[in-house]
Structures are given as structure tokens and as C-alpha cells.
């Protein structure tokens, strides 16, 4: 009965995915940055053009302290460099953009490092934003958070292509959300490392990502809910170690062709207590976790994978969600691994 049960969940998304895309979620902010107000109570600042730099700007909202970022227009900003904040106390709300919404990336291919830099900053809400194509191979991330950023929420924004990572926290950074978003398609998709603490993962999409769906490298009490985990390569899923603590819970790990399923989710030698629970792996996929013990975290929305399989590919992302968000769902719902072909569900739900 329940084999048929998860058949028919997936019957139902597909189909629902297939007509269009859910509309923009009004899902609360959760996990271990939810306590910011963002820039609630802050100057209004409209942003009324696309252009790269001057008053009326991205660039030049983002420049000061306390602030609800709203958008007049919608389409593609172009940087001819990093837009680096470290201010605080910032809302940006993408979701107010007219058709096709919010979208930022590099006016050309010689911009080097991070398109969005959230330096040392604290208490940001960034919602409903696409940054995508960093072209620098090196350290071209399309967001980066570091060097003791904290109080940070990420919610329903698309990431893709980066030349290094989609989406990197790292340095000291804490007390970070990153929530109902897609991070698609490079060969380094999110790396979380050096320093870090209290970082919460929950009902995000991590997509064709070579490896490091994450990778955890010296980051502790890191909270993966929930999260959707499709088409690494031949490589690595999602990779802990050097002291990288974390629970792992009912994420679902959904191989494609060439993926290795083996090393779905790896645990290095080298890593801390690693708490895994409910997740949906390949049966081949033999990891288990270190502790028996559940580290505390705020509690988020907690689903059964199946369910959250079906919520993340109908809300994650940015929106509206653009042709590429919507051929990455696409892709998935037509996937010809489907969960019933890996045999016995208890194998699908076993804890490890």
C-alpha cells in the first residue's frame, strides 16, 4: 500500500508540474536565521532601473543600512562588478518585481570574483532573486556569505552556472537560512566550510551539481531538512567532513543517469557527529550516520521525503520562475529513475 501511495504522490506532481509552476509561497522564515527582521521598520527604497550603477539602482539600494529593498521594474541587471554589501539590517524583496521578475549576472565574461557579496553583514532578508552565470572560474560565485555574516535568510532565490560556486557560506559565517531555493547546475553547486556554525538547509533543490551538494568542510550544527537532491555526477552528492557536524534528515537523494550512487552522501573520516535520519538514498548508497543523537536546531516545517519532494518542486525558486527553473522540474518529473523502480520502500526509508 504505501509503495502505491508514493507512486501516486509522484503521478500527482508530475502532473501538476507539467501544467505550470505553483505560485509564489508565502512560507514563514525558519531555522537558525529567522530571528532578523531583515530591514522591517527601515527607509522605503524603490529600485526603478536596471541599470548597473547610479541612483535608482540594485547597487545603489543595496549600499546602505536599514532598508525594504522593493522593485519597480523587473528584468535582467547586468554587473560590470561584485555588489558587495556589509551593512545591515537589509530586506530584499524581488518578489515585487513585475513579469519576469528579478534577475542579476555579469555584464560580461571578464568580472571577476562574486556577483553578490554579502560581506560581514548581518540581519538580511533576500527573497525571490535570481543571480546566475558568474563567469570567473576561480572565485566567481553568484552568492557569497562570509567573513562573519550572520542573521541571514535566503528564501525562494535561484542560483546557476556559477564558474566556482552557486552558493558559498564560509569564514566565520553563522546563523544562516537558506530555504525553498534552487541551486542548479555547475560543477561546484554550494560549499559551506572554515568556521562556521548554526546554519540551517531546508526544502531547497540542489541540481546538477557536479558535487558539493554541499560539501560541509569545518562547519558545525548544520541542520540539512527536507532538501531535494537530483543528478550529481560521478564524483559526490553531498560531502562532510574536517570536523563537519550536521544532522541529515528525509532529504531526497534522486540519482540520473551517471551518477554515482554509491557516494550519494559521504562522511569523511575526519568528520564530527553526523546525525542521519529518514533519508531517501540509493540502495547502494550504504552510508550511516555517526550519532545517535539529533542536534538541536529551531524546528522547520518537517515533511516525509516524499512530501517534501512534491512541495520543493512546486514552490522552490525564485518567482515567477524563468524557462531555465522550469526545465530543471521538467527534467526531473520526466526522470526514468523513478523511486519505485529502486525496489523495497524500506529501503528508500531506512535510517542511516
Request: glycine residues 10%.
Given at each position: 500500500?504505501?509503495?502505491?501511495?508514493?507512486?501516486?504522490?509522484?503521478?500527482?506532481?508530475?502532473?501538476?508540474?507539467?501544467?505550470?509552476?505553483?505560485?509564489?509561497?508565502?512560507?514563514?522564515?525558519?531555522?537558525?536565521?529567522?530571528?532578523?527582521?531583515?530591514?522591517?521598520?527601515?527607509?522605503?527604497?524603490?529600485?526603478?532601473?536596471l541599470?548597473?550603477?547610479?541612483?535608482?539602482?540594485?547597487?545603489?539600494?543595496?549600499?546602505?543600512?536599514?532598508?525594504?529593498?522593493?522593485?519597480?521594474?523587473?528584468?535582467?541587471?547586468?554587473?560590470?562588478?561584485?555588489?558587495?554589501?556589509?551593512?545591515?539590517?537589509?530586506?530584499?524583496?524581488?518578489?515585487?518585481?513585475?513579469?519576469?521578475?528579478?534577475?542579476?549576472?555579469?555584464?560580461?565574461?571578464?568580472?571577476?570574483?562574486?556577483?553578490?557579496?554579502?560581506?560581514?553583514?548581518?540581519?538580511?532578508?533576500?527573497?525571490?532573486?535570481?543571480?546566475?552565470?558568474?563567469?570567473?572560474?576561480?572565485?566567481?560565485?553568484?552568492?557569497?556569505i562570509?567573513?562573519?555574516?550572520y542573521?541571514?535568510?535566503?528564501?525562494?532565490?535561484?542560483?546557476?552556472?556559477?564558474?566556482?560556486?552557486?552558493?558559498?557560506?564560509?569564514?566565520?559565517?553563522?546563523?544562516?537560512?537558506?530555504?525553498?531555493?534552487?541551486?542548479?547546475?555547475?560543477?561546484?553547486?554550494?560549499?559551506?566550510?572554515?568556521?562556521?556554525?548554526?546554519?540551517?538547509?531546508?526544502?531547497n533543490?540542489?541540481?546538477?551539481?557536479?558535487?558539493?551538494?554541499?560539501?560541509?568542510?569545518?562547519?558545525?550544527?548544520?541542520?540539512?531538512?527536507?532538501?531535494?537532491?537530483?543528478?550529481?555526477?560521478?564524483?559526490?552528492g553531498?560531502?562532510?567532513?574536517?570536523?563537519?557536524?550536521?544532522?541529515?534528515?528525509?532529504?531526497?537523494?534522486?540519482?540520473?543517469?551517471?551518477s554515482?550512487?554509491?557516494?550519494?552522501?559521504?562522511?569523511?573520516?575526519?568528520?564530527?557527529?553526523?546525525?542521519?535520519?529518514?533519508?531517501?538514498?540509493?540502495?547502494?548508497?550504504?552510508?550511516?550516520g555517526?550519532?545517535?543523537?539529533?542536534?538541536?536546531?529551531?524546528?522547520?516545517?518537517?515533511?516525509?521525503?516524499?512530501?517534501?519532494?512534491?512541495?520543493?518542486?512546486?514552490?522552490?525558486?525564485?518567482?515567477?520562475?524563468?524557462?531555465?527553473?522550469?526545465?530543471?522540474?521538467?527534467?526531473?518529473?520526466?526522470?526514468?529513475?523513478?523511486?519505485?523502480?529502486?525496489?523495497?520502500?524500506?529501503?528508500?526509508?531506512?535510517?542511516?
Amino acid at each position: 500500500m504505501r509503495r502505491r501511495k508514493i507512486a501516486l504522490v509522484f503521478t500527482v506532481t508530475l502532473t501538476a508540474l507539467l501544467v505550470g509552476a505553483a505560485p509564489a509561497s508565502s512560507r514563514p522564515l525558519q531555522g537558525f536565521g529567522a530571528d532578523t527582521i531583515g530591514g522591517s521598520g527601515g527607509e522605503s527604497y524603490v529600485v526603478t532601473s536596471l541599470a548597473d550603477s547610479g541612483p535608482g539602482t540594485f547597487r545603489d539600494a543595496v549600499s546602505a543600512s536599514n532598508r525594504e529593498i522593493t522593485f519597480a521594474v523587473g528584468g535582467t541587471i547586468e554587473l560590470s562588478s561584485t555588489v558587495r554589501v556589509t551593512g545591515h539590517h537589509l530586506t530584499i524583496d524581488g518578489s515585487t518585481a513585475p513579469d519576469p521578475g528579478i534577475t542579476i549576472t555579469a555584464a560580461h565574461d571578464g568580472v571577476t570574483g562574486a556577483l553578490f557579496d554579502i560581506r560581514g553583514a548581518n540581519d538580511m532578508i533576500i527573497r525571490h532573486i535570481r543571480v546566475i552565470d558568474a563567469p570567473d572560474a576561480l572565485s566567481g560565485d553568484n552568492l557569497r556569505i562570509w567573513d562573519g555574516a550572520y542573521n541571514i535568510v535566503v528564501d525562494h532565490c535561484s542560483f546557476r552556472r556559477a564558474g566556482d560556486g552557486n552558493l558559498d557560506i564560509c569564514l566565520g559565517a553563522h546563523d544562516i537560512t537558506v530555504q525553498w531555493s534552487i541551486i542548479a547546475e555547475t560543477v561546484k553547486n554550494s560549499l559551506i566550510r572554515t568556521g562556521l556554525t548554526n546554519i540551517s538547509l531546508h526544502h531547497n533543490l540542489f541540481i546538477l551539481g557536479d558535487e558539493r551538494n554541499p560539501q560541509l568542510d569545518d562547519a558545525t550544527s548544520v541542520d540539512m531538512v527536507n532538501n531535494v537532491i537530483y543528478g550529481w555526477a560521478s564524483n559526490y552528492g553531498t560531502r562532510l567532513r574536517n570536523g563537519a557536524s550536521a544532522n541529515l534528515v528525509k532529504n531526497y537523494y534522486l540519482p540520473k543517469s551517471g551518477s554515482d550512487e554509491p557516494n550519494a552522501v559521504v562522511i569523511a573520516p575526519d568528520a564530527g557527529p553526523v546525525y542521519m535520519e529518514g533519508n531517501v538514498l540509493p540502495p547502494s548508497c550504504t552510508t550511516s550516520g555517526t550519532t545517535e543523537t539529533r542536534m538541536a536546531a529551531p524546528p522547520v516545517d518537517e515533511m516525509s521525503p516524499v512530501e517534501a519532494l512534491e512541495a520543493v518542486l512546486e514552490e522552490a525558486g525564485a518567482h515567477p520562475r524563468d524557462a531555465d527553473d522550469e526545465d530543471f522540474i521538467s527534467g526531473i518529473v520526466s526522470n526514468p529513475v523513478e523511486p519505485t523502480s529502486w525496489g523495497q520502500i524500506k529501503s528508500m526509508y531506512r535510517a542511516g
